[in-house]
């Protein structure tokens, strides 16, 4: 499986968890969720850990999408949500320089 399908999948299981604001997400809840959806698509699949997490995180709030992502931090927990509850990153057609973008942070 390439591993911009890989990414692409990532990206988009965080953004759900992003935009569903009937919960409260902290990156370890989010993480599980993504490498649930990576093993259902890919059996073999290790998933992936909390560096990797974190530079997906970057691509959707500053490289790539320019989401502007909320923290809300109770006590030693802090929560991610977007601050725009109606933004997704599907409503954000990538132009040609987000694509090559998002395919270098991929590469790297």
């Not at 299981?13 to 890919?42: F, S, Y």
């Not at 850990?49 to 999408?65: N, S």
């Not at 931090?73 to 090559?100: C, F, M, Q, V, W």
Request: aromatic share 10%.
């Amino acid at each position: 499986m390439p591993v911009n399908r890989n990414a692409l999948l990532r990206h988009q299981v965080i953004d759900k968890c992003l935009r569903n604001h009937g919960r409260r997400w902290t990156w370890q809840d989010i993480l599980e969720k993504v490498n649930e959806a990576l093993l259902e698509d890919n059996p073999n699949s290790k998933g992936i850990g909390k560096t990797t997490f974190f530079e997906d995180l970057k691509d959707i709030e500053y490289r790539v999408y320019k989401a502007d992502i909320k923290r809300t931090t109770e006590g030693k927990t802090t929560y991610y949500s977007y601050a725009d509850p109606n933004y997704s990153i599907s409503n954000h057609p990538l132009n040609e320089t987000e694509a090559r973008q998002l395919k270098s942070a991929i590469m790297v």
